[in-house]
């Protein structure tokens, strides 16, 4: 593992980065629709379709209207980020 992914796996690790990314780089429109108050860190290991184990980084969720919006770091392969 290399020195920058160890440190965005550092910063991803905490709710208030995650949060203060999220209202630093998006637009206002974007972040006025967000429950910032619901953001909760998941767990980044999980098993894909065809059953393979994964182990990635931290996976984080927030409420966005009635529905649940996924953020993961840059660069991360998991799935779909913003």
Same mark, same amino acid.
């Not at 920058?4 to 550092?10: A, G, I, R």
């Not at 184990?53 to 969720?61: E, L, N, S, T």
């Not at 966005?64 to 913003?82: A, E, F, M, Q, T």
């Given at each position: 593992m290399d020195e920058? #992914?160890? *440190? %965005?796996?550092?910063l991803f690790s905490h709710k208030r980065m995650v949060r203060d990314l999220l209202t630093g780089f998006l637009p206002a429109e974007w972040v006025s629709a967000l429950d910032l108050d619901s953001l909760q860190?998941?767990? @980044? *290991?999980?098993?894909?379709?065809?059953?393979r184990? +994964?182990? @990635?980084?931290?996976?984080?969720?927030l409420r966005? @209207? *009635? #529905?649940?919006? %996924?953020?993961?770091?840059?660069?991360? +392969? @998991?799935?779909?980020?913003?």
């Open positions: 920058h #992914d160890t *440190s %965005y796996k550092l860190k998941l767990n @980044g *290991s999980y098993v894909t379709d065809d059953l184990g +994964r182990h @990635g980084d931290a996976v984080w969720r966005w @209207g *009635s #529905d649940w919006l %996924y953020v993961n770091r840059p660069g991360y +392969r @998991g799935g779909s980020s913003i």
